[in-house]
T-cell receptor, first 110, second 113 residues
Framework: SQQGEEDPQALSIQEGENATMNCSYK?????LQWYRQNSGRGLVHLIL?????REKHSGRLRVTLDTSKKSSSLLITASRAADTASYFC??????????FGSGTRLLVRP | DAGVIQSPRHEVTEMGQEVTLRCKPI?????LFWYRQTMMRGLELLIY????????DSGMPEDRFSAKMPNASFSTLKIQPSEPRDSAVYFC???????????FGPGTRLTVL
């Protein structure tokens, strides 16, 4: 079974609004990463948060991690049409092996 | 930097044919991954190479799949014979030693008729 499960599966918002996506996982981790995938493209790394971190920021992105609940959230503030993509969380099952969730499809309407 | 390069970008073949997918990792990266992405199963790791040596091939579906990395700048994933259920997008990714960030190629969309 997949380690990370994103919620919601799909999200539609208006440009300028914030988008929040959640990820739950099952086993202990060293770090959790978020990736973006535009339609027909490969995945692009967005941000990594380590197990001893609770929150991390990168531009309009804010990631939180709650290891007690085995969950993470990705917040995109002031969304833009260009943010339309699928977003995946990935947890490290080992030193090299990432387990990807099923993804959240985000649609930002102009 | 050109990033991870994959070829072909699209491949349409008939059941039973041999298919070879190619990947050129980012120069200097010493680890390479092959993934398969489908709607039903999401993104699955097929095989992982470190310094050109296969370390973990537990995700390779069956004997019809094989992967090689003859040198640090080239890898192939071969399916022989191909079947319709192999239709998917196949991604290659590479990573530099000591890093946690994988860099993905654009993928090869494979359709087996």
């Amino acid at each position: 079974s997949q380690q990370g499960e994103e919620d919601p599966q799909a999200l539609s918002i208006q440009e300028g609004e914030n988008a929040t996506m959640n990820c739950s996982y099952k086993t202990s981790i060293n770090n959790l990463q978020w990736y973006r995938q535009n339609s027909g493209r490969g995945l692009v790394h967005l941000i990594l948060i380590r197990s001893n971190e609770r929150e991390k920021h990168s531009g309009r992105l804010r990631v939180t991690l709650d290891t007690s609940k085995k969950s993470s959230s990705l917040l995109i503030t002031a969304s833009r049409a260009a943010d339309t993509a699928s977003y995946f969380c990935a947890t490290d099952a080992s030193s090299y092996k990432l387990i990807f969730g099923s993804g959240t499809r985000l649609l930002v309407r102009p | 930097d050109a990033g991870v390069i994959q070829s072909p970008r699209h491949e349409v073949t008939e059941m039973g044919q041999e298919v070879t997918l190619r990947c050129k990792p980012i120069s200097g990266h010493n680890s390479l991954f092959w993934y398969r992405q489908t709607m039903m199963r999401g993104l699955e790791l097929l095989i992982y190479f470190n310094n050109n040596v296969p370390i973990d091939d537990s995700g390779m579906p069956e004997d019809r799949f094989s992967a090689k990395m003859p040198n640090a700048s080239f890898s192939t994933l071969k399916i022989q014979p191909s079947e319709p259920r192999d239709s998917a997008v196949y991604f290659c990714a590479s990573i530099a030693g000591g890093s946690d960030t994988q860099y993905f190629g654009p993928g090869t969309r494979l359709t087996v008729l």
